[in-house]
């Protein structure tokens, strides 16, 4: 499972995606695409896109899931 971090504008203001499945660009890399668990037991997940020009950068990590 992996955690998303999106940076906007001055790289202070963070959105933040726990319980992503995966992450993909489309749209010829102009939306980044996150598949996020919404039912952990079912594997339910609903996609978040997100336009590039809306976020500076964005760091992808592993989740710790022991919290």
């Excluded at 504008?9 to 959105?15: E, N």
């Excluded at 992503?20 to 890399?29: C, G, Y």
């Excluded at 996020?36 to 809306?54: S, V």
């Amino acid at each position: 499972m992996r955690k998303i971090t999106l940076y906007r504008d001055d790289s202070t203001t963070q959105v933040i995606f726990e319980n992503v499945k995966h992450f993909f660009w489309t749209s010829n890399n102009t939306v980044l695409t996150i598949a996020q668990y919404i039912n952990l037991e079912t594997g339910e997940h609903k996609y978040i896109h997100w336009l590039r020009e809306r976020f500076c950068w964005f760091k992808d990590e592993k989740q710790d899931l022991s919290k």
